[in-house]
């Protein structure tokens, strides 16, 4: 993972349903109203690619199915952050680090994990060497009932058949492995209840404060 660059990764990591999608334009949007530098934002952009879609579905039909679902996003995020642009700071919809924890998910989920399991675990942590560094992630963090109760309310028709019990094994992953993964690639970690949601401005905030001082220097921004 390279250490070297003079711009901000911010990752937004959570369980699926916990509300990125509607967090994420006001988060950006919060951060450019208050810094002097500005902020992109990349998303994975699931719902209008069909091949996502098609492999999702079919890994959720059948388990077996995961490992080639789980390689095309982990290659889709590693090639999204390739040549980004110095002059700007970034806020990414999951990084690979939700690929290690997903990965952890599965091999707890196996019966008895083959070659393809351990050989993808290691792929994600080749691909992290030339990733940027990540300065920080914000793990949304919420009740997995309530995640599940999102998750269906939502209705997409490609997580069809996502277990309430799969959602709990997730949530379980990120609490476990996620403070590990941040210490091991040196990323900060902010964990952030959000089982009920939670104000948009006071992270961006917190952000600009905890993980950028300068840029909150700069723009005259507190932690209230």
Known sequence: MSTQQNFNLIAIEGNIGVGKSTLLPKLINELNTHSTEQWQLII????????FQRL????TVDPTKR?????YITNKRADICQHLNPECNYVIERSLFSDLV??????????RPDGQDLDYYYDIQDKLKDYPQVSAVIYLKSDPVISYERMIERARDAEAGTSQEYLQLISDCHDTFLPHICRRYNTQLIVQEWTDFGCHEMLARRILVDVCPQLAKEADVELA
């Open 44 to 51: 994975e952009d699931v719902d209008t690619d069909t091949e």
């Open 56 to 59: 999702l579905k079919a890994f």
């Open 67 to 71: 490992i080639e679902f789980q390689r």
């Open 102 to 111: 997903f990965c952890q998910a599965n091999l707890a989920e196996a019966c």
